[in-house]
């Protein structure tokens, strides 16, 4: 692998990137109320799920 591999974004990348931007406050103050037993894992984790459900979501609507 080299250092571009590493460091090249797709769009849905970017996309799921902006997203998670503004979703990780509102899954860290769910963790807060107790949705969550571990940030950590569990938190992140859904965090970085949803923010590429987002970004695939926006993929899609591009195509129309």
Known sequence: ???D???RM?????????AMQSMYKIHYNMFLEG???DWHT?????V???AYFMADAM???REK
């Open 1 to 3: 692998m080299t250092r």
């Open 5 to 7: 591999d590493i460091i």
């Open 10 to 18: 797709d769009l849905r990348d970017y996309f799921a990137a902006q």
């Open 35 to 37: 949705t969550f037993e």
């Open 42 to 46: 569990e938190g992140m984790m859904s």
């Open 48 to 50: 970085a799920e949803d």
């Open 59 to 61: 993929l899609k609507e």
